[in-house]
């Protein structure tokens, strides 16, 4: 997959795809909100969407062989699309949407407040 067309055509409509899902065990999730496109901020990897303008679903199953399947998606720039993703293994996983500097810069910052 070309992360940088993939991840920029990616409108984080994961976040609310994965309302019913849950990420880390019981932990509360912030709560839904209404899409406002004046508050949408474009970033080097894609922006949230209008769910009302959902193109297609895409499942992505992650196993505990460290692998998502499928391994690769296309998606066109401007389309908007929902991520519904499903752990079938025992290990905790996630699913991190963003151009390879960003997922560093976003990792650091966290094992940062975890070092605290």
């Known amino acids: 997959m070309n992360i940088k067309h993939a991840a920029a055509a990616v409108l984080v409509l994961s976040a609310l795809a994965a309302n019913s899902a849950v990420a880390h065990g019981d932990e509360e999730h912030a709560a839904p909100r209404p899409f406002d496109a004046r508050r949408v901020e474009p970033t080097d990897f894609g922006q949230e969407g209008d769910p009302a303008k959902v193109a297609r679903t895409?499942?992505?199953?992650?196993?505990?062989t460290m692998r998502f399947t499928p391994s690769a998606v296309s998606i066109k720039k401007g389309e908007t699309v929902v991520f519904v993703v499903h752990n079938s293994g025992r290990v905790l996983h996630e699913m991190v949407l963003g151009t390879r500097q960003a997922?560093?810069?976003?990792?650091?910052?966290?094992?940062?407040?975890?070092a605290r």
């Open 103 to 114: 997922v560093v810069l976003a990792d650091r910052g966290r094992r940062a407040l975890l």
């Open 58 to 64: 895409i499942r992505v199953e992650m196993s505990d």
